[in-house]
């Protein structure tokens, strides 16, 4: 118990170390949040135990440049590009205003919802399925005056039932809806993400350039301030890829993840103890991405250990706020 506790100490290091700062500063956002994985790192190479320190080092960098991890880095920066492109070209207003035409007010909520879910087992990324939809949930909130934090569908057709749709709806300019609606038609027949996130990225710049809003050069710089953005998720993701490594060479998720499922005997247990561990990250850090980063290596192993769906297991990252509602 000593040893697990041990090699899982630089996620407890992590978690601790933000939360008491946060509350000691009355914020949660005004501790930067790579500062506090930077300190964690470097506490999980000074602790980690049978290896010389070159060696800590090297099990650090191999963790925080893995196949997975890259993969993830290249969806955010696609991602970036993809939703600041969009935004600058009018497509995610043009999406706004076609979701308020068509759907009644008291289904907006539920219909997001239900766009999350679909999106997220399509294309087995919660990540991919934030930045796709986060925008135009921003925008309708903004419009409704209802952002809505607990994300069950009953719920949500309850809250929308008191929620009323805009006298009169924004303009619809059908040609910008275009690259949002292929991105997610796209996603929800199986394509790959990063084939998605381009093809969004190609009709941002022709739909721009057709309406004459941007040249080439102005399309560029949408890209280029969009994948800037996501510069400090980006370290975020390598220096928690780095941490988990070293927690992994060492013995500690696989102590969590026996801790943790002591007592599952079924794939229902198996999700709600994924949903149970990101919700307490989540509490802690007040940071939805970082709590999916640092807890989604780990729900993997629970999925393999138990045999479940990858793509279920991305909709039980998101949809956590479940288990902090109740």
Do not use: H
């Amino acid at each position: 118990m000593k040893k697990g506790l041990l090699a899982l100490s630089p996620l407890l290091f992590f978690v601790v170390l933000y939360l008491l700062t946060s509350l000691i500063a009355g914020d949660f956002y005004k501790v930067p949040i790579t500062v506090a994985f930077m300190l964690s790192s470097i506490y999980a190479v000074i602790v980690m135990y049978g290896f010389p320190l070159d060696q800590r080092i090297k099990i650090f960098l191999k963790g925080a440049g893995g196949s997975g991890l890259m993969l993830m880095i290249w969806i955010f920066v696609l991602a970036g590009a993809f939703a600041n492109s969009a935004k600058v070209m009018g497509s995610i207003d043009a999406t706004v205003n076609l979701t308020l035409t068509l759907l009644p007010g008291s289904m907006i909520l539920a219909g997001l919802f239900v766009a999350a879910c679909f999106i997220s087992m399509s294309i087995g990324t919660s990540v991919g399925t934030i930045v796709a939809l986060t925008p135009i949930a921003t925008g309708l909130a903004e419009q409704c005056g209802s952002p809505a934090a607990v994300v069950i569908l009953l719920i949500y057709i309850f809250m929308g039932s008191e929620v009323a749709s805009p006298e009169q709806p924004g303009t619809v300019d059908y040609l910008k809806v275009i690259p949002y609606l292929v991105v997610i038609v796209c996603a929800a027949f199986g394509v790959n993400v990063l084939a998605v996130l381009t093809l969004g990225i190609m009709l941002t710049g022709i739909v721009d350039i057709a309406y004459g809003q941007y040249d080439l050069f102005g399309w560029f710089q949408a890209m280029g301030d969009g994948i800037l953005s996501m510069g400090e998720l980006i370290i975020i993701t390598m220096m928690a890829g780095g941490m988990l490594e070293i927690i992994r060479v060492n013995g500690g998720i696989d102590y969590l993840i026996e801790t943790l499922t002591k007592r599952v005997s079924g794939k229902r247990g198996a999700y709600l103890s994924i949903g149970f561990l990101v919700s307490v990250v989540d509490v802690c850090t007040a940071n939805n991405t970082v709590a999916i980063l640092t807890v989604g290596d780990i729900s993997k192993r629970i999925g393999e250990k138990f045999g479940l769906d990858s793509r279920k297991c991305a909709s039980v990252l998101i949809s956590k706020e479940i288990l902090i509602a109740l």
